[in-house]
């Protein structure tokens, strides 16, 4: 799947913004890998337990590869 999927999933979650986008990416270096990974590596990277409620939140009930193909099929441009 496209890289950016996981970027707009991020964006999607309230309090998520370029900050903690930069924490993410820094401390897993790459937003799948961030996606996938537990609450506790949340935490580890900076993001304050009120967020990691929210990001487990949204993970439970967004599917990605869905939401990314609404995306795609709107013809969408993700820079």
Same mark, same amino acid.
């Given at each position: 799947m496209d890289a950016r999927a996981y970027w707009v999933a991020f964006n999607t979650i309230k309090g998520i913004g370029a900050v903690r *986008?930069? *924490? *993410? *990416?820094?401390?897993?270096g790459d937003l799948e890998i961030?996606?996938? $990974?537990? $609450?506790?590596a949340y935490r580890a990277a900076g993001i304050s337990q009120k967020i990691v409620e929210k990001i487990q939140q949204r993970k439970? $009930?967004?599917d990605i590869e869905s939401y990314w193909k609404k995306i795609e099929d709107a013809a969408i441009t993700v820079l």
């Open positions: *986008l930069r *924490l *993410l *990416l820094d401390h897993f961030a996606w996938h $990974s537990p $609450s506790d439970e $009930s967004l």
